[in-house]
């Protein structure tokens, strides 16, 4: 969104915004206060959810925080330096290969090695401590997320490319689901969902899917640290990545997507709604 957009959005209230997307994105209006579907619930909880319990999951730095809190065994890659101006990052006394992020974003990353300048991380994050837009169309938590840029190890072999993430969706302390997604940082993005006993789901989200895969060496023990992770919350998707049969702390998710994935058929849709919710009515068949 260009940030003109995003001014000319700010009178308007979030409730309408949120109707608009919906209706735009699924081709019907969505019924934010009975909310039967997992796209609808997720709307919702931008809308309605306003406690402290919400409020730091969209701050990268809080979330690394949690995660070892809660499981100080887990590897949660090390912040190497927090700063709002570029000038105070030393490049010198980085890693050989290392990331850059911004705290309060999601899907923004960069990559950097010892031929980095600068002058080139200048440009590679220009805009980065702006206003995120997603905080703009009604996703509550990420304005509460500090505007700074982080700079983390490269735990990847190939600039990200290598990586697998494991995306678990928790509903009341509870795996229910996850899918594997590969490529993210490419034009080959794939993904595929399973069961928590790795069984493929019959299910599509507008993502290319890959071909079935072998379960990874930790699902055991991601299942317990995603449950772990994400108790106390009525839904938290917690992502992970697996290198060398270990898993890796990602990020927690509040709102997947923004809420704007599909989940098809729309069965899946419903019943994810119902383990959010609680309602008795048939499962997937």
């Known amino acids: 969104m260009r940030t003109t957009l995003r001014r000319l959005l700010e009178p308007v209230p979030d409730p309408l915004v949120r109707h608009m997307m919906y209706r735009r994105r699924f081709g019907r209006w969505g019924d934010f206060r009975d909310a039967p579907r997992f796209t609808e619930l997720l709307t919702r909880r931008m809308l309605q959810e306003r406690s402290q319990q919400i409020a730091w999951t969209c701050d990268k730095v809080r979330m690394k925080a949690h995660a070892l809190r809660i499981c100080p065994d887990l590897r949660v890659p090390e912040t190497l330096w ?7 990052l030393d490049l ?4 050989d290969r290392w990331v850059i992020k911004p705290n309060h974003a999601s899907g923004m ?5 010892r031929e980095t300048t600068p002058a080139q991380l200048r440009r ?5 401590l702006r206003t995120y837009d997603r905080a703009a169309l009604g996703e509550w938590a990420y304005r509460w997320a500090d505007h700074s840029l982080l700079v983390e190890p490269d735990i990847s072999q190939d600039r990200g490319r ?6 678990f969706y928790v509903f009341h302390g509870e795996v229910k689901m996850l899918h594997r997604s590969s490529g993210r940082f490419t034009a080959g993005h794939r993904e595929r969902f399973y069961s928590p006993d790795w069984q493929v789901l019959d299910l599509f989200n507008g993502v290319s899917q890959e071909p079935e895969s072998p379960a990874p060496a930790s699902l055991e023990r991601m299942v317990e640290l995603a449950e772990a992770l994400a108790r ?6 917690v992502d992970f990545y697996e290198i060398d049969g270990v898993p890796w702390f990602g990020e927690l998710t509040p709102y997947p ?5 599909p989940f098809e058929p729309e069965q899946f849709d419903l019943e994810m709604g119902r383990w959010w919710t ?3 009515e048939a499962g997937i068949s």
Do not use: I, N
């Open 257 to 261: 997507s923004g809420g704007m994935d």
């Open 92 to 95: 010198a006394g980085l890693p």
């Open 109 to 113: 990353v960069a990559f950097g090695d």
């Open 232 to 237: 106390g919350f009525e839904f938290m998707r």
């Open 162 to 167: 290598d990586l697998v993430d494991y995306k």
């Open 278 to 280: 609680g309602r008795q």
């Open 82 to 88: 927090r700063g709002y101006d570029l000038a105070d």
């Open 124 to 128: 590679l994050t220009r805009g980065w």
